[in-house]
């Protein structure tokens, strides 16, 4: 099905698609330059003149693996939900939270009422489109995730702050589709954490794509996945890029359980930790999704983000994710 | 009914000021070799210092040392004990704060005291009682995972980690801790392990001595088990009101044997109460429970605020109170 959807889009693509899920690591010299700009050393414009320079390693990076649907690789973003908020009306930044151990970020504070103001990532996939033939995704952060990280100050629950967010971001998804994206991703990675709230974050995601025109995917992982299977089968998308290899292939259990009706992004790599795995144990993850799963409905990408990986780790599992995949695909 | 003022556990150990930002400074210096463990300790002690101040400055009347030197609520206590070690990360229930799983190789066991030195600093350096709060055995075995090697069945690791804590309660309560916390917010998501917290509180409530010993749940809905934590062998429960709408009709209908810390101060979100708002529930519950004590606290630690909100939402305890009595005189 989703296969006639990305052929009406006119997107045509090997067996078993290889992506990847949306952050790559930032290179010491754009690491250098955002530190420089915090400290005013550098120029906005000479930030963003090392994060095109990254955005383009990582597009000829991806090509040069062989990967088949490519990403910018958020090199112009600190924080998945803080940039959203950094760039929509409604929201002011918090201060310093722990995230763990000795690491703290910006909590985003919606106090106002939210608003899309102009594109905020269309530039960037312009950008990087631009420097490739294959497909690039839209990628941006869903509203129950942006919810979800933020404190919630201007409404009266976190379900109507959701939706409000929800019809915003529709507002960048049809600026991303009038730009020419044909799939684009809304990642959710929020939503299996509270299962009682799933329906919540459904409804926003139908406010978000119902009737637009191109290819969805939406990423979740690190939750209580078997309190939301086979709930999460409603979102409205074509693809759910699930965290598979972090936690054992479980969710295998489950699909065999109650049949899996959607295409997938099968995670195959983890990317919590800095040991590349061996290609005979990528490849025999691969063949177990392939044991469940249809095979014309699997792409396969690592479990999440590469971004707290080492440039080189991440290259390396990106080589085990396509090497795996052509070794499977006949 | 006496309305006394508390925070709940954990306070922010950053903030926007250079003088906040010690810690982690510090932290990350010791990280690349140049401070040692010692500068480490010194900045924890500063601020707790700082914490402490806060708290007593906004008008507390029960103060906790902030869990300044606690990495998180699981891996501080049970990275302590013999027998376990210390994994990857893993979400902290429904929050986007993470802890480090433990790994049980062997029956936990405590070996050296765990938060003894950590509530003697602080007693010395607070002009007001300290309370001391421990993460729950049960909480504990359920945040844990167990190697082949491991305590076991699930119950005989919560039997192990229930001695070592109640040994630690023993120790707490002989060094003059007068209010000891013991957070469990795991059972509401398995009510029906029920009867295995009434147990390992049952040990722990033995070994108290003259501390008040209180049982906190947050992060979900307490009122399906309102009516069994009111059996429980200790003698205050500390409940999170945020999750739970009809909770304050909940607690004013049935009354409670035990003294209640009452969660009516959303510990996760930055939006101010309104007093006026808030001192009527604590109206409703005084007036139809006959409670001659209660606490004010946040509904959780305040870890999950940014600093000057964490600041703010202690003075809004104050001004709750204010509003109270007010209603009172």
Same mark, same amino acid.
């Given at each position: 099905?989703?296969?006639?959807?990305?052929?009406?889009?006119?997107?045509?693509?090997?067996?078993?698609?290889?992506?990847?899920?949306?952050?790559?690591?930032?290179?010491?010299?754009?690491?250098?330059?955002?530190?420089?700009?915090?400290?005013?050393?550098?120029?906005?414009?000479?930030?963003?003149?090392?994060?095109?320079?990254?955005?383009?390693?990582?597009?000829?990076?991806?090509?040069?693996?062989?990967?088949?649907?490519?990403?910018?690789?958020?090199?112009?973003?600190?924080?998945?939900?803080?940039?959203?908020?950094?760039?929509?009306?409604?929201?002011?930044?918090?201060?310093?939270?722990?995230?763990?151990?000795?690491?703290?970020?910006?909590?985003?504070?919606?106090?106002?009422?939210?608003?899309?103001?102009?594109?905020?990532?269309?530039?960037?996939?312009?950008?990087?489109?631009?420097?490739?033939?294959?497909?690039?995704?839209?990628?941006?952060?869903?509203?129950?995730?942006?919810?979800?990280?933020?404190?919630?100050?201007?409404?009266?629950?976190?379900?109507?702050?959701?939706?409000?967010?929800?019809?915003?971001?529709?507002? &960048? %998804? !049809? #600026?991303?589709?009038?730009?020419?994206? =044909?799939?684009? @991703?809304?990642? /959710?990675?929020?939503?299996?954490?509270?299962?009682?709230?799933?329906?919540?974050?459904?409804?926003?995601?139908?406010?978000?794509?119902?009737?637009?025109?191109?290819?969805?995917?939406?990423?979740?992982?690190?939750?209580?996945?078997?309190?939301?299977?086979?709930?999460?089968?409603?979102?409205?998308?074509?693809?759910?890029?699930?965290?598979?290899?972090?936690?054992?292939?479980?969710?295998?259990?489950?699909?065999?359980?109650?049949?899996?009706?959607?295409?997938?992004?099968?995670?195959?790599?983890?990317?919590?930790?800095? &040991? %590349? !795995? #061996?290609?005979?144990?990528?490849?025999? =993850?691969?063949? @177990?999704?392939? /044991?469940?799963?249809?095979?014309?409905?699997?792409?396969?990408?690592?479990?999440?983000?590469?971004?707290?990986?080492?440039?080189?780790?991440?290259?390396?599992?990106?080589?085990?994710?396509?090497?795996?995949?052509?070794?499977?695909?006949? | 009914?006496?309305?006394?003022?508390?925070?709940?556990?954990?306070?922010?150990?950053?903030?926007?000021?250079?003088?906040?930002?010690?810690?982690?400074?510090?932290?990350?210096?010791?990280?690349?070799?140049?401070?040692?463990?010692?500068?480490?300790?010194?900045?924890?002690?500063?601020?707790?210092?700082?914490?402490?101040?806060?708290?007593?400055?906004?008008?507390?009347?029960?103060?906790?040392?902030?869990?300044?030197?606690?990495?998180?609520?699981?891996?501080?206590?049970?990275?302590?004990?013999?027998?376990?070690?210390?994994?990857?990360?893993?979400?902290?229930?429904?929050?986007?704060?993470?802890?480090?799983?433990?790994?049980?190789?062997?029956?936990?066991?405590?070996?050296?005291?765990?938060?003894?030195?950590?509530?003697?600093?602080?007693?010395?350096?607070?002009?007001?009682?300290?309370?001391?709060?421990?993460?729950?055995?049960?909480?504990?075995?359920?945040?844990?995972?167990?190697?082949?090697?491991?305590?076991?069945?699930?119950?005989?690791?919560?039997?192990?980690?229930?001695?070592?804590?109640?040994?630690?309660?023993?120790?707490?309560?002989?060094?003059?801790?007068?209010?000891?916390?013991?957070?469990?917010?795991?059972?509401?998501?398995?009510?029906?392990?029920?009867?295995?917290?009434?147990?390992?509180?049952?040990?722990?409530?033995?070994?108290?001595?003259?501390?008040?010993?209180?049982?906190?749940?947050?992060?979900?809905?307490?009122?399906?088990?309102?009516?069994?934590?009111?059996?429980?062998?200790?003698?205050?429960?500390?409940?999170?009101?945020?999750?739970?709408?009809?909770?304050?009709?909940?607690?004013?209908?049935?009354?409670?044997?035990?003294?209640?810390?009452?969660?009516?101060?959303?510990?996760?979100?930055?939006?101010?109460?309104?007093?006026?708002?808030?001192?009527?529930?604590?109206?409703?519950?005084?007036?139809?429970?006959?409670?001659?004590?209660?606490?004010?606290?946040?509904?959780?630690?305040?870890?999950?605020?940014?600093?000057?909100?964490?600041?703010?939402?202690?003075?809004?305890?104050?001004?709750?109170?204010?509003?109270?009595?007010?209603?009172?005189?």
């Amino acid at each position: 099905m989703s296969r006639a959807k990305l052929h009406q889009l006119g997107i045509e693509l090997p067996l078993l698609p290889t992506t990847s899920v949306g952050s790559f690591p930032k290179p010491d010299y754009l690491m250098k330059a955002r530190a420089d700009f915090a400290k005013k050393k550098i120029t906005r414009s000479e930030l963003e003149q090392a994060e095109r320079r990254a955005t383009e390693f990582w597009i000829r990076k991806q090509e040069e693996l062989g990967v088949d649907v490519l990403v910018d690789g958020e090199m112009y973003r600190g924080d998945m939900v803080a940039y959203f908020a950094e760039h929509m009306q409604g929201f002011q930044q918090g201060g310093l939270v722990r995230s763990y151990g000795n690491r703290y970020y910006h909590k985003p504070i919606i106090s106002g009422e939210v608003r899309w103001k102009g594109p905020i990532t269309v530039d960037w996939w312009k950008f990087a489109q631009g420097l490739t033939t294959r497909p690039v995704k839209g990628m941006l952060t869903g509203a129950y995730t942006v919810m979800d990280w933020s404190f919630i100050e201007s409404y009266p629950d976190r379900r109507s702050a959701c939706l409000a967010l929800a019809k915003e971001i529709r507002k &960048e %998804v !049809e #600026a991303l589709i009038e730009a020419g994206a =044909r799939i684009i @991703q809304i990642d /959710e990675p929020a939503t299996s954490v509270r299962p009682e709230e799933l329906p919540t974050a459904i409804e926003a995601m139908h406010v978000t794509t119902d009737g637009l025109p191109a290819y969805f995917i939406t990423h979740i992982c690190y939750g209580a996945f078997e309190q939301i299977y086979p709930g999460m089968l409603d979102f409205p998308v074509d693809n759910l890029d699930l965290e598979m290899s972090n936690s054992g292939l479980d969710l295998l259990a489950l699909f065999r359980k109650h049949r899996y009706t959607k295409d997938i992004s099968f995670g195959i790599v983890d990317v919590h930790t800095h &040991e %590349v !795995e #061996a290609e005979p144990v990528v490849e025999e =993850r691969l063949r @177990q999704a392939l /044991e469940t799963l249809p095979k014309d409905a699997v792409w396969v990408d690592p479990d999440c983000g590469l971004k707290t990986r080492s440039v080189e780790e991440a290259i390396a599992k990106m080589q085990s994710v396509v090497t795996a995949a052509k070794a499977l695909r006949n | 009914m006496e309305l006394v003022l508390a925070n709940h556990s954990s306070y922010p150990r950053i903030g926007d000021d250079a003088g906040h930002q010690l810690l982690r400074r510090t932290i990350a210096q010791r990280d690349k070799g140049e401070k040692t463990d010692q500068d480490v300790r010194a900045a924890e002690d500063r601020l707790t210092e700082l914490a402490l101040e806060e708290q007593i400055a906004a008008g507390l009347d029960l103060v906790t040392d902030g869990q300044i030197r606690w990495y998180d609520p699981v891996s501080h206590l049970a990275g302590k004990l013999a027998g376990v070690h210390i994994n990857g990360l893993l979400r902290f229930f429904d929050t986007n704060f993470y802890f480090r799983q433990p790994v049980v190789k062997a029956p936990p066991r405590r070996s050296e005291p765990l938060l003894l030195e950590e509530f003697n600093f602080a007693r010395k350096r607070s002009s007001r009682p300290v309370k001391v709060v421990l993460t729950g055995p049960y909480t504990l075995t359920r945040l844990s995972i167990q190697s082949q090697d491991g305590a076991g069945s699930f119950e005989k690791l919560l039997e192990a980690y229930t001695s070592a804590l109640a040994e630690e309660i023993a120790a707490l309560a002989q060094a003059g801790a007068t209010f000891i916390q013991v957070e469990e917010p795991a059972i509401l998501r398995s009510p029906k392990d029920f009867t295995w917290l009434e147990q390992s509180l049952k040990t722990l409530a033995a070994r108290r001595g003259a501390a008040r010993l209180a049982l906190a749940v947050y992060f979900g809905d307490p009122a399906p088990l309102y009516d069994r934590f009111q059996t429980l062998p200790v003698d205050a429960l500390v409940l999170d009101f945020t999750y739970s709408p009809g909770l304050v009709d909940t607690v004013a209908q049935k009354g409670s044997s035990k003294v209640l810390g009452l969660g009516l101060v959303d510990g996760r979100n930055t939006r101010l109460e309104d007093p006026a708002s808030v001192a009527r529930q604590i109206e409703q519950v005084a007036r139809r429970t006959g409670l001659n004590q209660a606490y004010l606290n946040p509904s959780c630690g305040l870890e999950y605020l940014p600093r000057d909100r964490a600041q703010l939402k202690l003075r809004q305890l104050a001004a709750i109170k204010k509003t109270f009595l007010g209603s009172h005189a």
